[in-house]
């Protein structure tokens, strides 16, 4: 009897442990405010009210953001769209990652690149901010690099000076024409993440 009850109450944390690996985390950055919806900086709030809508789910006003929960095969995906600005991203994914007790290897941060060409995939495990302050921000809060990312490429196409113009400009007419079929892999992506793993996932979708 003694050691059925001690067995009983060493399995409880294995458990918990257990449904702790089964939530993620997937952050998309972006900046609040309707002059920013459709703007290259913001495809990773697009990609989420993309699978939002796919789905038929609400984000609802949360602490330091805009959350939507959506279970598939038997995960927890929390979305989340930080309001806090990009440059002040890493505080909504420390705070929620915390609080739901997501693991570090089951946060996926989705943001745009402006070294890689238009709808260009690149999911990494780990890596430096590449200029980005919204990872730059997320790496100081989190003190790590070890997170996985997925990087949408939006080009470099802008003039000398041009920078924070272009990424805060809004897709041409054939960027827009394209990104429907875009938006539908990204959320493939969320889903494999979550159910296949990341490595699976890289080499499914990288270069794709």
């Known amino acids: 009897m003694i ?5 009983l109450f060493s399995s409880t944390p294995k458990e918990e442990n257990i449904d702790n690996m089964k939530k993620y985390l997937i952050v998309g950055l972006g900046n609040i405010g309707a002059e920013y919806v459709n703007t290259r900086h913001n495809i990773g709030f697009k990609v989420l009210d993309f699978l939002a809508k ?4 609400s984000f609802e006003t949360v602490k330091l953001g805009a959350l ?3 279970k598939f095969k038997g995960r927890t995906f929390f979305l989340l769209k930080p309001n806090t600005y990009m440059n002040l991203s890493g505080k909504a994914v420390k705070y929620w990652m915390d609080k739901e007790n997501i693991p570090l290897e089951n946060i996926l941060v989705i943001t745009d690149d402006l070294n890689l060409s238009f709808g260009t995939i690149r999911i990494k495990p780990k890596g430096s901010d590449g200029g980005h302050n919204g ?3 997320i790496n100081l809060v989190l003190n790590t690099q070890n997170y996985t ?3 949408f490429g939006i080009s470099d196409q802008f003039k000398k000076g ?3 113009d272009y990424v805060l400009g809004e897709w041409n007419a054939e960027e827009e024409a394209k990104l429907p079929e ?4 990204s959320a493939e992506i969320i889903k494999t993440f979550g159910t296949a793993g990341l490595e699976n996932t890289m080499t499914t979708f990288n270069g794709k």
């Open 182 to 185: 875009r938006l539908e892999i």
């Open 54 to 57: 796919k789905e038929g789910l």
């Open 3 to 7: 050691k059925w009850i001690t067995k």
């Open 68 to 70: 939507a929960e959506y």
């Open 135 to 137: 990872l730059k921000n």
């Open 162 to 164: 041009q920078q924070v």
């Open 149 to 151: 990312r997925y990087r």
